[in-house]
C-alpha cells in the first residue's frame, strides 16, 4: 500500500504573534510537494492564529488535549475545544509530557482514545531513552507504549493515527539515529501492529521518525522503506522546514 508522506512540525513552547506571522508567510509563499501532508504544531494560544493564517492544505495539531471534554481540570484543553476552533491534529505521548509532566502509558492511551471520539487526528509518539536502547530494550519499551494505545482504540480508529517513533537520546540533542537504526525500529513497529492489530492497519498506517531532524539529514531517512515521514522539532521553526516537507520530491 502508497501509504503518502508526512512532515509535523511542533514548535513545542515557542513562538510570538511575530514570529510565527513570517514562519507562516514563509511556508504560503513557498511551494509545497503534494504528495506530502503537512502538519504544523505551534503553542496553544497561537493555535487560531495560525489556523486563520496558514494555508488551508497545511494541518494544524494542538500539542497536547485532555482525556474529558469538560470540567474542573484547570490548566487543560479538551479535544473538542481543538476541534471547535478548526483543529484537526493533535500531538499526545511526546516524551517531554512522559518525563516533564509524568504522563503515563495509559494516560496516553485514555488521551488518544479520547481524540478519536472528539474527531481529531493524533500522532501518537513513542520512543526510548538512551539507558533502554543500550540495554538492548528498545522494542520492549515501544511494544509497550503501543499496546496501551491499542487498548483503548478500536481496529477502525487506527486510519486516524500516525505513529511518531521519536528516540529520546535524540530528541533536541543534535543526535539523530542513524537511518539503519531508525529502519530498524520502524519495521518492528509495523510488525507489531500486524500481529497486534491487524495486517491491514499495519500496512495502511503511517509511521514518522522524530529526533534532530533537519534539512541536511531528512534524505537520507527518507529513503528508507518503512520511514513515512517526520515530526520536527527546532528545524521547522527555521526556513529549512519547506526543504524538509519537500525531500521526498528531490530524491
Known sequence: MKRRFIVGGNFKLNGSQASLKSLIENLNK???????????SPPFVYL?????????EIGVAGQNCYSKASGAYTGEVAA?????????????GHSERRDIFKETDDEIGQKVAHALKAGLKVIACVGEHLNERQANETFHVVS??????????????????????????????GVVATPDQAQEVHEDIRKWLA?????????ATRIMYGGSVNGENASSLATKGDIDGFLVGGASLKPEFVTICNVKANL
Not at 30 to 40: A, T
Not at 83 to 92: A, E, M, P, Q, S
Not at 151 to 163: A, C, G, L, P, T
Open 30 to 40: 513557498n511551494e509545497l510537494d503534494s504528495k506530502v501532508e503537512v502538519v504544523i
Open 48 to 56: 487560531g492564529q495560525v489556523r486563520q493564517a496558514v494555508r488551508k
Open 80 to 92: 473538542e475545544m481543538l476541534k471547535d476552533i478548526g483543529i484537526d491534529w493533535v500531538i499526545l
Open 144 to 173: 509497550r507504549q503501543l499496546a496501551a494505545i491499542a487498548k483503548h482504540v478500536s481496529v477502525e480508529d487506527w486510519v486516524n493515527i500516525v505513529i511518531a517513533y521519536e528516540p529520546v537520546w535524540a530528541i533536541g540533542t
Open 195 to 203: 500481529q497486534n492489530v491487524s495486517g491491514e492497519v499495519a500496512n
